[in-house]
């Protein structure tokens, strides 16, 4: 296993212009986490899949924002109608769930997000 | 959420010991205390986590105090390559928030 992959590393695009990144998570962990990173700042919490369910969407979730993971393996964050505050960085991390809070998280390398 | 409360940013010098300390006073019977820290230009890393007894893996030791309102993460002899931010998280098996964390610094 390659662990986490996100694709595409990096995206520039234009302000108004929609964006999609894809992480696909370690084969066996059936729980899937998004996060946004600005410059200088922790990971911020976005949302988290267990299998193919959402079960949490943080308010930073806007309705400019979309997360999916159809099968429960890989998932997809689209962003609409893109701003120049969404520059930043994009994690994903997967885990396998435990029946605890002894859930050890292994993140991706990021997609980075530029807007003009 | 229980949250957790670090210092801003610490140093070290190269093979010493680092003790890197969390408060998180309101945490619950349940919440799990967990480390990660974050190279330069990389995602977040695993570095360990505990209930309520010390932990010891290759990486790092969590002390964690009697009464679970604080903890500290030791790592035994700091290299150049352990400079990074250091995140504190309580988690009880749903979402992890990160906060600010603590950013190391490792002086040769």
């Known amino acids: 296993d390659t662990g986490v992959s996100q694709n595409p590393r990096h995206k520039i695009t234009k302000r108004g212009q929609n964006v999609t990144f894809r992480c696909d998570p370690i084969s066996e962990h059936n729980r899937l986490y998004w996060y946004r990173q600005t410059l200088g700042q922790g990971p911020e919490f976005l949302t988290y899949f267990q299998n193919e369910a959402q079960l949490e969407k943080s308010r930073l979730l806007s309705d400019r924002f979309s997360a999916e993971r159809p099968k429960g393996s890989f998932s997809t964050l689209e962003i609409q109608r893109t701003e120049q505050g969404d520059s930043a960085m994009y994690l994903c991390?997967?885990?396998?769930?435990?029946?605890?809070?002894?859930?050890?998280?292994?993140f991706g390398a990021g997609s980075r997000l530029t807007v003009l | 959420d229980a949250k957790t409360t670090q210092p801003n940013s610490m140093e070290s010098n190269e093979e010493e010991p680092v003790h890197l300390p969390c408060n998180h006073s309101t945490i619950s019977g349940t919440d799990y205390i967990h480390w990660y820290r974050q190279l330069p230009s990389q995602g977040p890393e695993y570095v360990i986590h505990?209930?309520?007894s010390n932990v010891n893996n290759r990486m790092a030791s969590l002390a964690i105090a009697e009464d679970r309102k604080s903890s500290t993460l030791i790592l035994h002899r700091a290299t150049l390559r352990d400079a990074a931010v250091y995140y504190c998280i309580l988690s009880n098996n749903n979402d992890m928030r990160f906060g600010a964390g603590t950013r190391l610094t490792v002086k040769p």
């Open positions: 991390a997967s885990s396998l769930a435990k029946h605890s809070g002894a859930n050890v998280l292994t």
């Open positions: 505990g209930l309520t």
